[in-house]
């Protein structure tokens, strides 16, 4: 049944095939949209009809590679970007709440807690709808009653920005604290008896402690960001994200140039992963 | 340990400010404005006529059932196809290539929902790698329809959201000690009275948390019902989009959307409360 005990053989052969089944299963349509990206078709699905970087190259009437495809790359700028702000203010805000929950005693720190969890619980659509809806009715009295017109309450980069935020900083807190748990105090509690501010001895005890936390926080916040779709969907302007954009040409007007940029995620995530694993070996 | 008051703050009012404005006014403003109302004549009043919307269009609280009762047994579904691998990663395989399968489940999850999605939509098409390969090797003459079906779209909930429910599994089973099962072996207790008296009592905790976060993707997706689903396959969310993206009705889009933050709340609870867990346990 387990490592050290001993199995039937018909027992351990159909284990090991569920779980190569299983494995086919989760890896099959990543390596079909990846095979399909190099299709010299002009349909997402088969024929294979041979070799070709069309996709990724050709500027010609009839196919729009994603490399000239202007449209395309701007959403993933924007998503870029979208994820490096969302990713850099929920590390900073995540951390504070971490440090908040696992350091101090207050009353009230329950609900705040639980408040600062919830976002795993709300479907991302409610956090989108909720958001929109009060951005707006804050700008509209703003509007009205004080005549001041705030740019970033309106659907556009900034609300997308706000509304991942709110969850993104969920996560981070969960995996800053997770390592601040194993935090040894006393370190802390030295640095204040050698005469370091509260202050100081966080910044210069507490913080470098936590650096390889943040860091993967960080990249945990990136990578939720930059695929997010169900709450963006409510609160994106003119300018889409990826995901946004990629919905709604699968929706209208799919070529396999879709194939090309998933192949380019794909890539790009097994990559990450790569290198996760080198980093791992090191240590 | 001394503590000065003003660290405290500096803590306090950047996560009192985060959970204020963008978590509990949001949903205030939610529900409040899921009372408003705009008459034929262009009064605005408040009135509970969102809400009879709901209840007086069979469409809409027809979907909303189906949605729930789906969404749960996506639920198990993915807890039975996912506990034999969690098991496998964590108690059967080698220790060194248990990492590396972990890892494997974490690539699908990174590299986002759209893209998973659009594979499927290749693999199940009437002229997709399935059908092509089904006919090829002759076991079928026209292509099966599995595209725009309730099938193709439980395919797509299952795998977007499976794998959230294998990691919290995994890491509760690691926390078993396995001398526990080679005790009850020894003694003579069959692999079903392993299964049902130590495995799975231990794991609960994982099933749980692994549990409420599948069903809070299933029930809050749309991606999947939408690209996958058939015309038949109606998913509550698709709804709300209309109301917000089609409609432009933000009011009634509201009351559906505090609909479905009261019934996945409610499920989420009764699942906590069955299996007497803290919401605490599922962050971590």
Known sequence: MIRSLPNSPIYKYTFRLYIALFYIFLVMPLVVISVLAFNDSNFIALPWEGFSLDWFFADTDDRLGLFADEDLLLSIWTSIETAFVVAFMSSIVGTIAALLFEEEKFRFKGLLYFLALSPLVIPGVILGISILISSTTAGTFLDNKLGIDLEWLAPGFWLVVIGQFSFCSTYVMLLVGARLKKFDRTLEEAALSLRATRLEAIRLVTIPFLKPAIISAFVVAFLISFSNFNTTIFLVGSDPTLPIDLYSRIKFSSTPVLNAVSFMIVLFISLIAVINIVMSRKK | ?284
């Open chain 2, 1 to 284: 340990m001394k503590k000065s008051k003003y660290v405290f703050y500096v803590l306090l009012v950047p996560v009192l400010l985060w959970l204020i404005t963008l978590i509990v006014l949001p949903h205030i403003e939610l529900f409040l404005s899921s009372f408003r109302f705009e008459t034929d004549e262009g009064e605005k009043i408040i009135s509970l006529a969102n809400y009879m919307a709901f209840f007086s269009d069979e469409i809409y609280w027809r979907t909303f059932l189906n949605t729930a009762v789906y969404s749960i047994s996506i639920t198990f579904l993915a807890f039975l196809v996912t506990f034999p691998v969690a098991f496998y990663i964590s108690k059967v395989v080698a220790k060194k290539y248990s990492s590396f399968l972990t890892l494997l489940l974490l690539i699908p999850i990174w590299i986002g929902e759209l893209v998973t999605i659009y594979g499927w939509m290749i693999l199940l098409g009437d002229n997709g790698v399935i059908n092509n390969f089904l006919i090829s090797i002759g076991l079928i003459d026209t292509p099966i329809e599995m595209l725009y079906t309730d099938f193709s779209m439980t395919i797509g909930l299952l795998y977007m959201s499976m794998l959230f429910m294998i990691v919290p599994i995994v890491s509760t089973l690691e926390s078993l000690d396995d001398s526990l099962i080679e005790a009850a072996s020894d003694l003579g207790a069959s692999k079903w009275t392993i299964f049902t008296k130590i495995i799975i009592p231990h794991s609960m905790p994982g099933i749980t948390s692994g549990g409420i976060i599948v069903f809070m993707l299933v029930i809050g997706d749309y991606v999947a019902p939408n690209l996958l689903g058939g015309k038949s396959s109606l998913w509550f969310t698709e709804q709300i989009y209309n109301k917000f993206l089609a409609t432009f009705n933000w009011n009634e889009g509201a009351a559906f959307g505090f609909l479905l933050l009261i019934l996945s709340s409610a499920i989420i609870w009764l699942a906590l409360r069955a299996s007497g867990q803290k919401l605490e346990r599922v962050g971590s």
